[in-house]
C-alpha cells in the first residue's frame, strides 16, 4: 500500500471525521474507499464507451422492417 498525505480544511477535516465515527471506521478508510469507487467507476464508464463505439461501428443502418405509410398513419 502506498502512504497519501492531504492538505485540507478543517470543516472538511472535522465533517469527515464525524462520518467516520458513524460509519465506525477511520478518515483513512473513507479516503480510500473513495478513491477506489471513483476509479472504478471510471474503469467501467470507459469500458461502456468503448464498447457503444464498438457497437455503433457494427451497426449498418438496418434495424427492421419500415413500416407502410398506412402504418405510420393509422389511428389507434
Do not use: C
Amino acid at each position: 500500500m502506498k502512504t497519501v498525505n492531504l492538505t485540507i480544511d478543517e470543516r472538511t477535516w472535522r465533517a469527515a471525521r464525524a462520518l467516520a465515527a458513524e460509519r465506525d471506521t477511520s478518515v483513512s478508510a473513507l479516503v480510500r474507499d473513495a478513491l477506489a469507487y471513483l476509479t472504478r467507476t471510471d474503469s467501467r464508464r470507459e469500458q461502456a464507451r468503448k464498447d457503444i463505439l464498438r457497437m455503433i461501428g457494427t451497426f449498418d443502418g438496418k434495424v427492421g422492417r419500415m413500416p407502410s405509410r398506412e402504418e405510420r398513419h393509422a389511428r389507434r
